[in-house]
């Protein structure tokens, strides 16, 4: 199964993503995760990008695209979930590009809806627990008007291949599992 996960910061990914991992057996491959560590270990990498995940901007394509098709490429085959990328369309044919080159195919492209005020109220929850920079209310209006202008473009992009997949992302997060699992059964 290869199937990419995306939608609005604090549509739940990483909850959910936790689930499609457990369920199915694939390799959760989450940019912003590998970013964090990045920054964390104050690697090269790491210090460029911690200049624009603090603001909300996006890592420059070329940085994650490396990060990514590496990630990919090492994987040998086995089923993997991308988990915050690709963000742009720039992003997506370059993935394009590496899966066609390792005669892989995504599955299908499972798109997490949520509306900007439960996205803003989740967001600012999570700072409480997780304490995470990026997670003030300015920085996220930001995060919030870069995927509008920049990642949903990717919704119709998606949609074009017959891959696009919709998920209301409100209520319990079991339901919203469940909503997910109903379409990833047919994956199998
Ligand atoms: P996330 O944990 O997915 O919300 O990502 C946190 C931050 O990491 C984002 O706000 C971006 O600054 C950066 N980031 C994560 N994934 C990407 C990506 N695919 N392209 C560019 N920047 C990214």
Redesign the pocket.
């Known amino acids: 199964m290869k199937i990419i996960l995306f939608g609005p910061?604090?549509a739940g990914?990483?909850t959910q993503a936790q689930f499609i991992k457990d369920k199915y057996n694939v390799e959760h491959i989450?940019?912003?995760?590998?970013?964090?560590e990045a920054v964390k270990n104050k690697t090269e990498v790491g210090m460029l990008?911690k200049s624009?995940?603090d603001?909300?901007?996006?890592?420059?394509?070329e940085?994650?695209v490396k990060i990514?098709s590496e990630k990919v490429s090492n994987l040998d085959n086995k089923g993997f979930m991308l988990?915050?990328?690709?963000?742009?369309i720039t992003?997506a044919n370059a993935l394009n590009d590496v899966l066609g080159e390792l005669n892989l195919d995504i599955d299908a492209v499972i798109l997490l809806k949520v509306d900007d005020e439960e996205v803003i109220k989740r967001i600012l929850n999570r700072q409480k627990i997780e304490k995470?920079e990026?997670d003030n209310e300015d920085?996220v209006r930001n995060?919030l008007k870069?995927y509008r202008e920049q990642t949903s473009p990717l919704k119709k992009f998606y949609d074009e291949k017959g891959l696009l997949r919709e998920v209301v992302g409100i209520g319990e997060i079991s339901e919203i599992s469940g909503r997910i699992q109903e379409i990833l059964d047919n994956y199998v």
Do not use: C, H, N, W
């Open positions: 910061p604090g990914k990483g989450s940019t912003g995760d590998v970013l964090r990008a624009y995940m603001k909300g901007e996006l890592v420059p394509d940085v994650v990514i988990d915050g990328f690709p963000r742009t992003q995470r990026d920085v995060r870069v």
